[in-house]
T-cell receptor
């Protein structure tokens, strides 16, 4: 049983650099979500896709952030010109979709980003 | 405004004690879904349960039980006879079923449960 896979597990970079994270969802799941979690907080929603369509973006997703899911399978999250405040755990989740948003989301292990 | 409130930041119990984690939610939707997730020290979020707003029946799964009360907008989680392996951060989450927020989860800030041997 392959769950949600995220790469890399850790990323350390200097302020101002660009970073890209990858998420491979559970294969039959057509919905894919990105969340950000900082220390001592619950995950905060960033964006989600139904198949290849990006259906919602949070106000947290500034224009330095971009997410894609080009073929409706894996997704990438890119952060340009990273800032100290971008340091966080970036979580990807997937679920079955369609109808109402009630299906459980299954999470990957996350990518921990540290900005020096 | 916070849609999900977990007022207990940290709870410590001794093994075999029962413990209840509180969750209060806020929504204007009549159809919504509530979830509990566990985040052990390794970091991955593990799905525990989903409840829809039309089903107020309490649920028991082994040592875990959930009490959903719409009248008080609460969805509390009880672990019976706690074990050291239950030590984790537990998150309550809400998903609304309408409009532009369809699909996203609103998480509480989590409750850190520590079970001592």
């Amino acid at each position: 049983d392959t769950g949600v896979s995220q790469n890399p597990r850790h990323k350390i970079t200097k302020r101002g650099q660009n970073v890209t994270f990858r998420c491979d969802p559970i294969s039959e799941h057509n919905r894919l979500y990105w969340y950000r979690q900082t220390l001592g907080q619950g995950p905060e929603f960033l964006t989600y896709f139904q198949n290849e369509a990006q259906l919602e973006k949070s106000r947290l997703l500034s224009d330095r952030f971009s997410a894609e899911r080009p073929k409706g399978s894996f997704s990438t999250l890119e952060i340009q010109r990273t800032e100290q405040g971008d340091s966080a755990m970036y979580l990807c989740a997937s679920s079955l979709g369609g109808g109402q948003g009630n299906q459980p989301q299954h999470f990957g292990d996350g990518t921990r980003l540290s900005i020096l | 405004a916070q849609k999900v409130t977990q007022a207990q930041t940290e709870i410590s119990v001794v093994e075999k004690e029962d413990v209840t984690l509180d969750c209060v939610y806020e929504t204007r939707d009549t159809t919504y879904y509530l979830f509990w997730y566990k985040q052990p020290p390794s970091g991955e979020l593990v799905f525990l349960i989903r409840r829809n707003s039309f089903d107020e029946q309490n649920e028991i799964s082994g040592r875990y039980s959930w009490n959903f009360q719409k009248s008080t907008s609460s969805f509390n989680f009880t672990i019976t006879a706690s074990q050291v392996v239950d030590s984790a951060v537990y998150f309550c989450a809400l998903s609304e079923a309408a409009g532009s927020t369809l699909g996203r989860l609103y998480f509480g800030r989590g409750t850190q449960l520590t079970v001592w041997p």
